[in-house]
């Protein structure tokens, strides 16, 4: 499913502004470089809020604490990621499409980030969860909140101050805006 996730909206976006590109030359750089960092914390984050809910009957066993299930759920779900991002570079680089970074040490930063900001919501979350249990849908919501403010889909910078200055405090715009800096000189 991320898979299917990021390569869709990369082909719509790539297809559907053609004529007048978002950001740089290629739209399917910029829209990747926005998705990418999505995945990395949407799938992490939502599977460690919900590994003790999920896995309850593995708790029966003495040794297994709620955090072991967190932090399982965590680690699988991140190289799941990792494993997704890897695919759809392949993909593209077999196109013939410019994926790789002008900074490799910058995307790298910017990918460890998002993965820490997403192991590290869920575990707040989870916490959150077991004390509240309709924060399950909070947590739903708030993530397709964070997925349509945090310039996936349009450079931050285009946006009016007022609107820039609340965007800013959605911590996943910053990962998309660093890992778009690893592509493009100068941006953010």
Request: charged share 10%; hydrophobic share 55%.
């Given at each position: ?45 939502r599977?460690?809020s ?19 299930l ?17 695919l ?7 196109f013939?499409?410019e ?11 910017a ?23 309709f ?52 941006y953010?």
């Amino acid at each position: 499913w991320p898979l299917t996730h990021l390569l869709a909206l990369t082909i719509v976006f790539t297809f559907m502004r053609r004529a007048a590109p978002i950001f740089g030359d290629n739209n399917a750089i910029f829209v990747a470089t926005g998705v990418a960092p999505y995945i990395l914390a949407m799938y992490p984050s939502r599977t460690t809020s919900t590994a003790v809910d999920a896995h309850k009957s593995v708790l029966m066993f003495p040794a297994i604490r709620p955090f072991d299930l967190m932090l399982a759920r965590a680690v699988v779900e991140t190289l799941a990621a990792f494993s997704v991002v890897i695919l759809f570079v392949s993909i593209v680089y077999v196109f013939d499409a410019e994926i790789l970074p002008n900074d490799h040490i910058v995307a790298a930063g910017a990918i460890f980030a998002t993965i820490y900001l997403s192991i590290a919501f869920g575990l707040l979350s989870a916490s959150i969860i077991a004390i509240f249990n309709f924060w399950q849908t909070g947590h739903a919501i708030l993530l397709v909140f964070i997925y349509l403010s945090s310039g996936i889909f349009f450079p931050i910078e285009s946006a009016s101050e007022t609107t820039r200055s609340i965007l800013w405090f959605n911590p996943l715009a910053h990962c998309v805006e660093w890992l778009r800096s690893a592509y493009y000189p100068g941006y953010g």
